[in-house]
């Protein structure tokens, strides 16, 4: 799968069905047809939408763990806490399940944002909020993850 681009300002109606922005749907056109998995995000109050494909190679890997160490299985357990398969409708609608929009917070006005190759899914003010507390220290944060690397790691 190519790497997801793109943030979009979205609806959610009082069922939490939201549509699939229409660049995203061409981006996940041979996705679309396996389905998604919608779980609640590690560090964010956000959530995120796995294309089925990149869901089966982040269970590949969690699967290698060993689940007689307790913390692994303590890891499993909330990694895995809410998560909930979905498809797109005939209308390219998906519907957030209500304890997934309430630990996200959404309400009305949703963000799709793109993340590498999942979507987070935000509260339009969480999102707006993170953005703006990470942009004080985006600067360092860029330098210690990117700029601190030999050029043969990042490729």
């Known amino acids: 799968m190519n790497h997801l681009v793109g943030t979009y300002n979205c609806k959610a109606d009082a069922k939490g069905r939201v549509l699939m922005p229409t660049a995203f749907k061409k981006q996940l056109a041979s996705e679309i047809p ?12 956000c959530l995120e939408l796995y ?3 990149e869901w089966e190679n982040m269970m590949s890997k969690i699967n290698k763990l060993n689940r007689f160490v307790k913390k692994n299985n303590d890891f499993i357990r909330r990694f895995s806490a809410g998560v909930k398969q979905l498809e797109l409708d005939a209308s ?5 399940p209500k304890n997934l929009c309430d630990f996200a917070g959404i309400q009305n006005e949703v963000v799709m944002s793109s993340s590498i190759n999942i979507i987070e899914i935000w509260d339009k003010a969480n999102y707006e909020k993170a953005i703006d507390d990470a942009a004080l220290d985006f600067a360092q944060l860029a330098e210690e993850v990117m700029g601190n690397t030999d050029a043969d790691e990042l490729s």
């Open 34 to 45: 396996n389905g998604f998995v919608i779980k609640r995000a590690v560090f964010q109050p």
């Open 51 to 53: 294309p089925m494909s």
């Open 92 to 96: 390219g609608r998906f519907l957030i």
